[in-house]
């Protein structure tokens, strides 16, 4: 299909660093050294002219305050020309996916002819911050003239000042956390501990067929180390080779200890990671030479309330995106689904049942998901296109649909086609 | 007035020194003739309240005094009066009645620091090409324009010392700490700063603050202390040089006798010493070697070369030691692109982990600030594959020592490699041409030998075969000065130059060892005649196996005269490779080499028997590497003595003073060196017999040199 201005736009390839659980094998990396990692590497698998980039665009959720523009200081790396510019989006955990749209946007309207878009989360470099009464006098000592009132001004610090405010994974509007939300959502839409830890599960073992077979190590560019005698870092770590539903059984539920269903085991970990993914005009493309993976058909964006069920907007993009896309349900024949909780997942396909579609679980999160892969906040969205991307071509499937939820109530839906 | 112009502004006469013609200002005849005349204009001239002085060229003040004159000099009085005419210009320049300040952006070297001294003031830029220093040292002289006298009594006597006796240049930011210069600003406003100093000196007398603190008051500022600071500085000079290198002691002379005799008897002092030195053989050694190393700086290896290709990115396989110092090297010498590839992750991270070491070095050392390090730490990356090979113009491989293995690295790279690109071996053992058998693109192979480790190592071997392209070579070449090496392109025959000349010497080294002479001895000796390491330690450097491995390539090419002595096997097979494997000849501990290891006595099967003085020593080892050098010649092995000498002396620092190992056997003349090598063959064996070149040379009164 084209769009308003006639100008189709390819996915040309993406890869990513490996997903490593916070507080593992990356977590003395700084965010921005993860993405920087990510581009680069696509430059190198890609052999592209710097040179020949328009724009980078990055999805960040939590950024650092001393980075707050990370897309920038990717396209700062030495082998940009300085003059790329370059922004960061947030819209949560489909921040990547905006940020792959974003670039699709500029380049149909032909204000760009490639861009390099992805994202990143460190989990394990996350701002931890001052009390607000803390934050308020140390500003004010740095104003005081004298040392005498500088001095006064400490002296207002009490012990419980000092206490550091670390931010949550709750939803400024209503309080409930991520994990209450997947609670809330298991139990109003009854889905058993049992069908989830299934579907965790078979995210472990597919994830694992994939990272063996090299379909999932094929996007990933190792991370190595900076010291001597440190570990090389070339696969995911959280994915689980040696699991069984008994294993999972034995877990118990983190956000309702009573009559919960999620557990660690059936729910995304918090995850370090980056993802890029380079797109162009389809010309361009072709005119450099390059073989396009797919192209972005159509994409969509929705909320629901945050009060109501926070994770099931997908039911509401992902129709708005077929239809933009001329395409019904049926036409589908490769689905990324972002797992953010297997309560989430089952939720969103049987609001997706509840409209006549047929689930076919063959062509769902071919490779697993989140919940095996991990889920670096802004980086998922890279992921999903660059694993859904490759796999339609290996299985030369006409169309492919991508669908995220995201915090706020938010969601994501991307259909790409292959020809 | 060819050399300066001038203009008034408010009151002050900005003078540009602008040689016409030449890419940098020196002080010449006609500079001077001129400076005398605009000097005694801007005194006449009742408008020019003061006057500021600065450079026509970009990045350049003054680079020196004008060397081609220094070299027409003929006698030690002509060049006393050099330094005596340099010393009464300075003295006018001091003696000016007008405030005059230097406005330094770029090399500000030799007589251009002398000359700047002689102002009442100076303001130099922060810029990273503003150099500061007195050269003059290693070219064997002195600073004989006063510096020897200004430069103490500014920053006191440790401190010039210090720069004096190392011939250092030093960044703007060093020099104004040293308080050389009085401000330090950045290129932009030098112009507006150097004019307000000016106008403000010829307001107001401008008093400098003595720095220095207490350490200086007690060590500078008094004579006792200063006879220590003397004492120290001439057993570090005497440790350092062995008394081969006559300048440095000339220097400490001219300070110490102007500080204790006064400015006008230590200028007389200073002209009379540099008059000694011009002519000395150590200054003319040390000259030509400059010249060579300039000369090489602009020659491309072959005749007519098209210029280099332009590489932007360089792809470097084997992630060793060797490939790793290369990828390092490109990456702080060049800022580019580069990407290493081993057969595993575990080698590549650990060679990229080495190459960042040579970044974080510039770090430590503050020559680079930690955002420069950030850009350039991400000019480094590494794959298991081939990735990113695709626009890389340049590859170097430094994978293990083998043809097979070096002949399919070949072939893999020609399958990802942009078609014009060209591919390097650095092989110190295998002829290119046979790596090359395997190309598609044999007019695009060469050979880069770099010497280990190479950031520090000078010396760059290019090997060009006979289907070599001039292009391939030109761009190998001009990468490699891009490096910061001194490049000499060399025939494609087995030991190539540098190891090949190396080989009889290590040789006859082991030889030594094997009649019962100790190590340490060995290394003494040659160390006492200028090398900066003896020939037991360099093994130990480079690698006992790796000293093998070269040595039975040479004896498969050369035979019996090349043949090593039986004394590195056992080393080798007892596990003792040198320094890397933590033992060698010597013992290590903590990366620090200590003492001779008594443990190889047992395995060399001697005992050392301190039988053979060091002026056998010494002979052995030279005539045996000179005889095998004028072969190598003789083979057409480097194209001119020129680039024969300068490979020994940056390759494995050939004593300088000497002018290398074809300058050396000139002066010692072919027939005595022929003479003598019949004496040692008859005595020690065949490997002594007169090389057909050195029969040649004797016969024919031939030398390298006319």
Redesign the interface.
Known sequence: MTNSTGRRVAIVAGCRTPFCKAGTDLKYVRAVDLA?HAA??L???T?L?PHAVNEVIFGQVVASPLVPNVAREVSL???FPKEIPAYTVNRACASSNQAVTAAHDQIAFGHADIILAGGVESLSDVPILATRRLSDILVTASKAKTLGSRIATFARIRPRDLIPVSPAIAEPSTGESMGQSAEKMAKENHISREEQDRWALRSHQLAAQGTADGRLTAEIA?W?????G?T?V?ADNGIRTDTSLEQMAKLRPVFDRRYGTVTAGNSSPLTDGASAVLLMAEEVARALGYEPLAFVRSYAVAAVDPGWQLLQGPIWAVPIALERAGIQWKDLGLIEMHEAFASQVLSNLQGFATKGWEINEDIINVMGSSIAIGHPFGATGGRLVTTLANEMKRRDVQFGLISVCAQGGMASAVVLERR | MPYFRWEAKDGVAVVTLDTPGAPVNVISRGVKEELYELLAELERDATVKAVAFFSGKPDNFIAGADIEEFVQLKSSADAEQLSRDGQALLDRVAAFTKPTVAAIHGACLGGGLEFALACRYRVATDHPKTQIGLPEIQLGILPGAGGCQRLPRLIGARAALDMILAGKSERAAKAFRLGIVDELVPPAILKDIALAAALRLAQAPFRRRSGGGFLGAVLDGNPLGRLLVFYLARRQVLAQTRGNYPAPLAALEAVRHGLSHGVKEGLKREAQLFGQLALSDVSRKLVQIFFATRELKKDLGVPGAPPPAEVSRLAVVGSGFMGAGIAGTTVVQVGIDVRLKDADLVRVAKGLVAARDIINDRLTRRRITKFEHARLIAFLSGSDHYTGFGRAELVIEAVFEELAVKQQVLRECEEVLPPSSVFASNTSTIPIARIAETSRRPQQVIGMHFFSPVARMPLLEVIATAATAPQTVSTAVGFGRRLGKTVIVVKDAPGFWVNRILGPYMNEAAYLLLSGVRPDDIDAAMVQFGFPVGPITLLDEVGIDVAQHAGEVLQAAFGERMTPPPALGALVKDGRLGRKAGKGFYTYHNGKKGDVDAAIYPLLGVQPNGGIPSAEIVQRLTYAMLNEAASAVADGVVRTARDGDIGAIYGFGFPPFRGGPLRYLDDLGADRLFAELQRLSERLGPRFAPSEAIVEHARSRARFYT
């Open positions: 920087r680069r590497e430059l190198e698998r052999n002219n790396l030495p082998q190792p190595l180390p900076e010291r001597a440190a090389v070339s």
